[in-house]
C-alpha cells in the first residue's frame, strides 16, 4: 500500500514537472506579454522548473557513486530523440535546415542545443566526483561548501546575465544538481525544516514584486550596457542563480523527499525527452513558425492538446529506449566502455576517443577534402574570396556537409570494388568538380545552377560543346588529362590499402 501511494505521487510530481518543461515552448508561443508582471510570473516559473529539474535528478543519483556510463546513457536518448525531433522538424520545416543543427543532434553539449539537457549530461560526469567529496565532508561544511558557492555565482552573475541559452549555462546547473545529491541524505530537524518552509511561503511574494520594483531600477542600467555591447542582468532575483529561489526549490525537495529520492533512474529519464522537445532552439522555432500561423486562431485547447500529444511522445521514446534500445547487446558493449568513475578513467576515455581518430584518420581526411572540392565549386560562380566563404558558412554550409557524404559514399563504393585508393578518390573528384564547373557555366549562361532533371541532357553533347566554348572545352581536357597522369603516377608509386569492410 505504502509502494502503491509512494509511486503514485512520484507521477504526480513527475508529470507536474513534464508540464512544466513543456509549457515553456508550447505554452507562451501564442501571445507576447506586454506586462511586467506576467513576464515576471513567467520568468519565475521558467527558472524554478530548471532547478527543480536539476535537483530532483540529483537527488536520485545521491544514493552512491555512479560510472560515466549513466552520462553516456543519458546523452543517448537525448540523441534518439534528437534524430527523431529533427526529422519532424526538417519535414515541417526544409528552409530551416541548418549544418550546425544536424551536428547538434550527436554534439548536444558542444553545440549548445538545449543547455537543461546538457545540465543534465555535465553533472552526471562530475557525479562520482561530487559524490566523494560531500562523503569526505560532515553535513554542516557541504551545506556551508554549497551555500558559499551558490552566494559567490550570484554575486558574479548580478550585473552580467547567465548564458542561459549556451551550454556553458550546464555547468553552473552542476551546483543545483550537487544540491539534489545532498538533500538525499542529509538529515534535518522538523523546526528547521519548517522554519524553511515559513521562509519560502514569504520570498515568493517578496522576489516577484521585488523585482517588479527593480525593473526601474535596472532597465536604465540594461540600456546603458546595451550601448557598450554588454548585457546587464534585469532579472536577477528570479534568475536561475537566486539564492532565494534556491530556498524555494530547496525547501520544496526537502518537503517531498521521501518520495522524490526514491525514483527510479528510468523513470526520471522520462525528463529527457520532454526537455528536448521543451527547450531546444529548433523546437521554439517549430512552434512558431508551424504551430503559430495554423493555431494562433483556435482556442487554447489546442496548445493543451499539443502539450499533452508531446508529454504522450516523451513517454513513448522513454519506453522504447529503456525497453528496447538497452536491451541491445551492441548498445551494451557500447555503454560498457564508460564504466569509469574517475579521473584516469576519464583520461582512458579521452584516450580512446584518440584511438577512435587515428582508426578512422582516413575517412576524417577523405571528409575533409572533399568539403574543399565541394567549397571549390562555389568559386565558379563567386569569384570574391571573402564574400564567398562567408556565403558558405552562413548560408550553404548544409549544402557543403551532405555533398561531402554523398561523394565520401561514391569514395567508398568505388574503393571496395576496385580496391585502388587513388582511382576511387579520383571519381568523386571529377563528379564534384564537373558539376562545380557546370555549374559556373550555366549560371553565367542562364544565371542558374543544373538540376538533377538535367543530367539526361549529357547524351546531347553535340548541343552542350558549343555552350561550353572551344577554350573551356581544351582546358577541361588538358586537365582531365592531367588529372589521369597523376593518378597513374601515385597508384605506382604511392600504394594506399584502407582496412574495409566488404
Known amino acids: 500500500m505504502k509502494s502503491a501511494l509512494r509511486k503514485t505521487i512520484q507521477w504526480i510530481l513527475l508529470i507536474g514537472l513534464l508540464l512544466g518543461v513543456l509549457i515553456q515552448t508550447l505554452g507562451f508561443w501564442n501571445y507576447n506579454p506586454t506586462e511586467v508582471s506576467t513576464k515576471t510570473r513567467i520568468g519565475i516559473v521558467i527558472s524554478i522548473v530548471q532547478l527543480i529539474v536539476m535537483v530532483w535528478y540529483g537527488m536520485s543519483y545521491g544514493n552512491k557513486e555512479y560510472t560515466f556510463k549513466e552520462a553516456v ?25 541548418s549544418a550546425w543543427n544536424l551536428w547538434g543532434i550527436f554534439f548536444p553539449v558542444l553545440t549548445s542545443t538545449s543547455a537543461l539537457f546538457s545540465g543534465i549530461i555535465i553533472s552526471l560526469f562530475f557525479q562520482p566526483f561530487i559524490f566523494r567529496l560531500q562523503e569526505k565532508l560532515n553535513a554542516k561544511q557541504n551545506v556551508l561548501l554549497l551555500t558559499t558557492i551558490t552566494l559567490l555565482i550570484f554575486t558574479l552573475s548580478a550585473g552580467n546575465s547567465l548564458l542561459t541559452s549556451y551550454s556553458i549555462f550546464g555547468l553552473y546547473l552542476v551546483l543545483p544538481f550537487a544540491w539534489g545529491m545532498l538533500i538525499s541524505k542529509v538529515k534535518i530537524s522538523s523546526k528547521c525544516l519548517l522554519g524553511l518552509t515559513v521562509l519560502s511561503v514569504i520570498l515568493l511574494p517578496v522576489i516577484y514584486y521585488a523585482t517588479i520594483a527593480l525593473m526601474p531600477v535596472q532597465t536604465p542600467q540594461a540600456v546603458l550596457f546595451t550601448q557598450m555591447n554588454m548585457a546587464w542582468n534585469t532579472s536577477m532575483l528570479m534568475s536561475p542563480s537566486s539564492p532565494l529561489l534556491f530556498v524555494i526549490v530547496i525547501t520544496g525537495a526537502l518537503l517531498f523527499r521521501r518520495w522524490m529520492s526514491k525514483i527510479s533512474h528510468q523513470t526520471i529519464s522520462i525528463l529527457i525527452p520532454a526537455i528536448i522537445f521543451g527547450t531546444t532552439a529548433y523546437g521554439m522555432t517549430l512552434w512558431k513558425e508551424k504551430l503559430q500561423l495554423v493555431l494562433a486562431p483556435v ?93 558558405i558558412f552562413t548560408n550553404r554550409l548544409g549544402t557543403v556537409v551532405l555533398s561531402s557524404i554523398f561523394l565520401l559514399a561514391i569514395f567508398e563504393i568505388f574503393y571496395v570494388i576496385t580496391t ?32 538533377p532533371t538535367e543530367v539526361s541532357e549529357i547524351v546531347n553533347w553535340k548541343t552542350l560543346i558549343p555552350m561550353m566554348g572551344v577554350k573551356n572545352l581544351i582546358y577541361i581536357l588538358v586537365g582531365f588529362a592531367l588529372l589521369i597522369v597523376v593518378i597513374i603516377f601515385l597508384e605506382k608509386s604511392i600504394q594506399l590499402i584502407l582496412n574495409v569492410k566488404r
Not at 543519458?74 to 530551416?96: C, D, H, K, R
Not at 522513454?318 to 564504466?339: A, G, P, T
Not at 583520461?347 to 577523405?366: A, D, P, S, T, W
Request: with cysteine; aromatic share 16%.
Open 73 to 97: 546513457k543519458n546523452w543517448l536518448e537525448g540523441v534518439i530523440t534528437l534524430i527523431i525531433f529533427y526529422l519532424v522538424f526538417i519535414i515541417s520545416l526544409p528552409q530551416f535546415f
Open 299 to 391: 482556442s487554447k485547447k489546442v496548445t493543451i492538446l499539443l502539450i499533452l500529444a508531446l508529454l504522450v511522445a516523451s513517454f513513448i521514446i522513454n519506453f522504447v529506449f529503456n525497453n528496447f534500445v538497452l536491451s541491445n547487446k551492441y548498445v551494451q558493449r557500447f555503454l560498457n566502455k564508460f564504466i569509469g568513475r574517475n579521473l584516469k578513467d576519464s583520461l582512458n576515455l579521452l584516450q580512446e576517443g584518440i584511438n577512435f581518430i587515428k582508426r578512422h584518420l582516413h575517412v576524417i581526411c577523405l571528409f575533409a577534402y572533399f568539403m574543399v572540392v565541394t567549397i571549390i565549386g562555389f568559386f565558379t560562380f563567386k569569384s570574391n574570396l571573402n564574400v564567398t566563404l562567408v556565403y
Open 420 to 451: 585502388r585508393f587513388w582511382v576511387a578518390a579520383s571519381i568523386p573528384t571529377i563528379l564534384g568538380l564537373g558539376i562545380a564547373i557546370g555549374n559556373g557555366i550555366k549560371m553565367n549562361l542562364r544565371e542558374e545552377p543544373i538540376y
